[in-house]
């Protein structure tokens, strides 16, 4: 993709504690903080593990295949792209329950999105230093 068919987004600010989650898909990885203690993923990235409290927390990657839980088509131009309609989303990682992200649907007609679908990652690369985690239908089962 070129960075004239790149739509404007607002980038994220780039951190020790979240580097992981905006530079994984580099290596075509979405990755998670999780506690080595009870092994539950977080996010967003924290000090601590809500859980069991603990602080031994790594970082492990995911496989990226997740299901919409809810979803909405913006048909209004709030910024200068990308160009309405398109969809904004709320997905749940397969890897547990509660594990969610706000995300983009892509490569799919708002029309075709719906709550159940299963979606798998893909990223948009900006600028060398962020890979955008969004999501894209999947086959079923995959």
Sequence with gaps: ??????????????????????????DGELRFQRCAGCGLLLHP??????RCLGRDLGVAPVSGRATVVTYTVNHQAWM??????YTVAIVELVEQEGLR????IVNCPPEAVRIGMPVRVVFEERDGEVWIPLFEPAEEGG
């Design 1 to 26: 993709m070129t960075d004239a068919a790149v739509p404007f987004r607002i980038l994220p600010r780039v951190t020790d504690r979240n580097r992981h989650f905006w530079t994984g898909g580099a």
């Design 45 to 50: 990235p924290t000090v601590v593990c809500p």
């Design 80 to 85: 200068p792209e990308p160009e309405p309609p």
């Design 101 to 104: 992200l706000t995300t983009n």
